[in-house]
């Protein structure tokens, strides 16, 4: 693995901050990268920050700054819900209506309120985890959200296509942003249901002109990671 120097750290989170439009949410994804480099991002200005792994969040978050926010992106395993939900600001990638139940039990149980994103599945890749289009769209028609006590839907997250074909990377996207646009408009007493989180070190562009609101940056900012 090349680390890229320290400075470019520093100097690609400006360039992000600087660039990104207005209303367009950096979130620096740190996985497997060290306290120091998470750091030079925060010294910075970024302020929140993306994990995958859940003992690899709860290491990290005791030892950096505590006004950083965590978003938890990765596969949740319902054991490891308990330690991620005190410590997540956000927990984007809630990939089924059962990891949702886990997730609300133990918030109320904590005696906190979770934020959640709903992880929806438009890509090509069978592998991918989240909830179909329409198993979406009908957990919102249907009202199951009603039966929530400790946790906040804040909107959704998606993930393109792996591949270069930037035709179908827009296409996955926009699809993701009409099933956001279609929830809030179907759902209006639905609130604070307002993040769009799509968007990757290569394609970010290609998902903020669809709509995207918030973006999950690793590679670019920090350089290769292992694995
Ligand atoms: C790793 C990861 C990212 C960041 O990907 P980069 O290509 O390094 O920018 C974004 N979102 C999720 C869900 C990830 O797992």
Redesign the pocket.
């Known amino acids: 693995m090349t680390q890229p120097p320290q400075s470019t750290i520093a100097q690609h989170t400006e360039h992000l901050l600087r660039t990104l439009p207005e209303g367009v949410q950096l979130v620096a ?1 740190s ?1 497997f990268h060290p306290a120091q480099a998470i750091l030079r991002a925060y010294d910075a200005g970024a302020r929140h920050f ?1 994990e ?1 792994r859940a003992q690899e969040l709860a290491a990290k978050a005791p030892v950096l700054p505590p006004d950083i926010r965590w978003h938890f ?2 596969h949740l395993q319902t054991n490891k819900v308990r330690t991620v939900i005190p410590l997540a600001h956000l927990i984007e ?1 809630v990939d089924s209506p059962r990891l949702l139940q886990a997730i609300d039990r133990e918030a109320l149980a904590q005696g906190i309120t979770a934020r959640v994103l709903l992880q929806v599945h438009v890509a090509a890749e069978e592998t991918k985890f989240g909830f179909t289009p329409t198993e979406i769209l009908e957990y919102f028609s249907s009202r199951a959200f009603e039966s929530l006590q400790a946790t906040h839907i804040c909107g959704i997250m998606a ?1 393109a296509s792996n591949t270069a074909d930037t035709l179908r990377i827009t296409s996955d996207f926009n699809r993701a942003a009409e099933i956001f646009r279609t929830i809030r408009r179907t759902t209006p007493d639905l609130r604070g249901f307002d993040t769009l989180s799509m968007g ?3 394609d970010y562009p290609l998902a903020i002109t669809a709509g995207a609101n918030s973006v ?5 900012i920090f350089g290769d990671r292992i694995p």
Not at 216 to 220: H, V
């Open positions: 994804v996985k993306g995958s992106i990765g990638s993930m990757m070190s290569h999950r940056i690793g590679s670019y």
